[in-house]
């Protein structure tokens, strides 16, 4: 099946830094996206939809200064985490449906990235 | 807007026994139902949803428009079903998934 992978897995840093978190499809294209944030015990929030070409779509609450999408290809979108702070901690995941296959192809998920801000 | 909600966060039940893991959703459009199952230390993955009217690992879960739920069904549940899972729906455009809470299903032999 097709598979998406994410670094890094788990990410320490001070508060302050800025970091990247890679999403990839290795086999397969993504015009599409999704950005995740799953708090310890509870269910996954849509953070934002990341688009192959073009700006992405953030959800309601979620500051896009704060979190760059960037989709530049049509197999790595990346989530920088801006001046990261303590509160930023979190696991992200994202996921991304195969090219071609619309609103009912499946989505296909990332093993997450910890992110720990000290 | 589109709710997903699952109203257990834990459920136990021994090796053999019934289970059924509650979602219930709010959407003004017609909706398309998924469930999601993460395994321990594993990424979550698509279980079954309900277009496909198919039995995944011997689960189920059948659409109900007039109680808008979508609860997932397996008549003998194994050990190696302890997970967590998700039910979510497909929201505006199509691309959108909202997630309930998530229910952690534990079997004891």
């Known amino acids: 099946g097709a598979v998406v992978s994410q670094h890094p897995s788990w990410v320490i840093c001070k508060s302050g830094t800025s970091v990247k978190i890679e999403c990839r499809s290795l086999d397969f294209q993504a015009t599409t996206m999704f950005w995740y944030r799953q708090f310890p015990k509870q269910s996954l929030m849509l953070m934002a939809t990341s688009n192959e070409g073009s700006k992405a779509t953030y959800e309601q609450g979620v500051e896009k200064d704060k979190f760059l999408i960037n989709h530049a290809s049509l197999t790595l979108s990346t989530l920088t985490v801006t001046s990261a702070h303590p509160e930023d901690s979190s696991f992200y995941i994202c996921s991304a449906r195969p090219a071609g296959t619309s609103g009912r192809g499946e989505l296909f998920f990332g093993e997450g990235s910890r992110l720990t801000v000290l | ?109």
């Open chain 2, 1 to 109: 807007a589109q709710r997903v909600t699952q109203p257990e966060k834990l459920l136990s039940v021994f090796k053999g026994a019934p289970v059924e893991l509650k979602c219930n959703y709010s959407y003004s459009g017609s909706p398309e139902l998924f469930w999601y199952v993460q395994y321990s230390r594993q990424r979550l993955q698509l279980l079954l949803r309900h277009i496909s009217r198919e039995s995944i690992k011997g689960f189920t879960a059948d659409l109900n428009k007039g109680e808008t739920s979508f609860h997932l069904k397996k008549p003998f549940a194994q050990e190696e079903d302890s997970a967590m899972y998700y039910c979510a729906l497909k929201g505006r455009a199509g691309n959108m998934l909202t997630f309930g809470g998530g229910t952690r299903l534990m079997v004891k032999p």
